[in-house]
């Protein structure tokens, strides 16, 4: 019956749920089978560097040609550490050339072509991020350098990465700070890209004056861009980590360290609820399946059979997707032919944004 259920909606569409996952390291037979049931988003890491992660990306996109593929570069990042003191725009080109650039070559093109999204940086390991109003204005000009670098590839940048209770203060302090940022919102918008956050809860709670601070707290970044900036309001966003998590500590901060599979599928049930309500939310990438040994507390591997069937009962009501221009970005926008052009000279599908915004 499962795999009845999983044929059928890998030849309908997407499930219309917004779980997806996070694959590290190898592709695991839980991740299978969690990619064969339809989750709208995976993110891979290092697929120019593992065999098992391009197998995963094929996989997906053979099963799910309209789902979207995040892709993060971790090689040569240990080693790339830049300071506010250092010019952001040049800061950008030499990311781009040390990571980002090697990688892409690295990666067979007819694998490259299936990457939908590139991130930069991850939270704040290599850059002044949400410091101050100053250091947000330093990585805004960064993001924005590094996001015309992407789509001058081809691909669609994926700004921010930001961590889970990011950016930090008051509400004030957090408006000024995403403020400060706006031109790397605006360029992610330019070449119908997207921004991220890491949409984990700390108190491992359903209550959603509590999430709003954690797992929930890009209805405050959206809840400022409708008042202040309503032409960003339907900014894409991918959550291209999630889960549980406390403090980052592989082995007692995850889900499977602070309950059972029992709590954790119905805090799940919960939070893919919440994001539904939330239009600009096209998914989120649950951290962590492929690395049981490097990060055991948050590995989802005992749960992939009921993520699954998550994905496949929900796909029962799936519907079509759309190849409608993203949001705010028409068909005859400059910025709009130009990225089709690139991608279409590369040999590399292209998808609006718009239809992953269901």
């Known amino acids: 019956m499962l795999e009845g259920l999983a044929l059928w909606l890998a030849l309908a569409s997407l499930s219309p749920s917004k779980l997806g996952v996070h694959l590290i390291g190898r592709y695991t037979e839980g991740a299978r089978h969690i990619v064969a049931a339809g989750p709208r988003l995976i993110k891979v890491l290092d697929p120019q560097a593992n065999a098992e992660m391009r197998e995963a990306m094929r996989d997906y996109k053979r099963r799910h040609p309209k789902g979207i593929v995040v892709m993060r570069v971790w090689e040569r990042t240990p080693q790339v550490r830049y300071r506010a003191g250092d010019d952001p725009v040049a800061s950008a080109e030499d990311f781009w050339r040390q990571v980002l650039e090697p990688a892409l070559e690295a990666l067979p093109p007819e694998d490259r072509r299936l990457v939908d999204f590139l991130e930069g940086p991850n939270e704040g390991e290599n850059t002044p991020t949400w410091e101050s109003v100053e250091t947000a204005r330093w990585f805004g000009r960064f993001s924005e350098a590094l996001a015309r670098r992407i789509a001058g590839a081809g691909l669609r940048p994926c700004v921010g990465s930001i961590a889970v209770g990011n950016p930090p203060g008051s509400l004030e302090e957090m408006e000024a700070k995403l403020e400060a940022f706006l031109p790397a919102l605006r360029a992610a918008q330019r070449y119908g890209g997207a921004w991220s956050y890491h949409a984990y809860s700390l108190e491992y709670t359903t209550d959603e004056k509590v999430e709003i601070w954690y797992s929930l707290r890009y209805r405050l970044f959206y809840d400022f861009l409708r008042r202040r900036h309503p032409d960003l309001a339907s900014l894409p966003l991918l959550l291209t980590e999630g889960g549980i998590d406390k ?16 709590k954790f599928l119905a805090w799940l049930r919960w939070f893919d609820a919440e994001l539904r309500k939330d239009k600009p939310v096209l998914g989120v990438a649950l951290f962590q399946i492929g690395d049981p040994g490097g990060w055991w507390s948050f590995d989802l591997e005992p749960l992939a059979g009921d993520l699954a069937k998550l994905l496949l ?23 709009w032919q130009a990225l089709r052009k690139a991608r279409e000279a590369a040999g590399l599908l292209f998808l609006s944004a718009s239809a992953w915004l269901r």
């Not at 403090?247 to 029992?262: C, I, L, S, V, Y």
């Not at 009962?313 to 910025?335: F, M, N, T, V, Y």
Request: one cysteine or more; aromatic letters at 2%.
């Open 313 to 335: 009962i929900e796909g029962k009501g799936a519907q079509r997707l759309d190849r409608s221009p993203p949001i705010g970005c028409s068909p005859k926008h400059a910025s």
């Open 247 to 262: 403090g980052g500590n592989p082995k007692t901060d995850g889900w499977r360290a602070r309950g059972d599979g029992e």
